[in-house]
């Protein structure tokens, strides 16, 4: 079985760029706030994003966790009265 060398390659031929930009972009789109975590958030997803163009990172769990967390600090910090 042959692999693509990037995760970018990698999500091409297996699910659609579409979807897995959208994800990214999602996550990017809700970082937006001013939390106090957002830029150590918005530092890890550019550091995966950066990474996924030289590893096979498409489908490792660190970007669903890296999306969770970015979704869930939106919740939380507009939930919260500032």
Do not use: W
């Not at 970082?31 to 918005?42: D, E, H, I, K, W």
């Not at 890890?44 to 600090?73: I, N, P």
């Amino acid at each position: 079985m042959l692999l693509a060398h990037g995760a970018d390659i990698n999500a091409v031929t297996r699910a659609g760029t579409a979807l897995y930009v959208a994800v990214i972009a999602s996550a990017f789109r809700a970082l937006r706030g001013s939390a106090a975590l957002t830029p150590a958030l918005t530092a890890s997803l550019l550091g995966f994003v950066v990474g996924s163009f030289f590893l096979s990172l498409a489908y490792s769990e660190m970007l669903y966790t890296l999306v969770a967390l970015s979704v869930g600090l939106q919740k939380a910090s507009c939930a919260s009265p500032s």
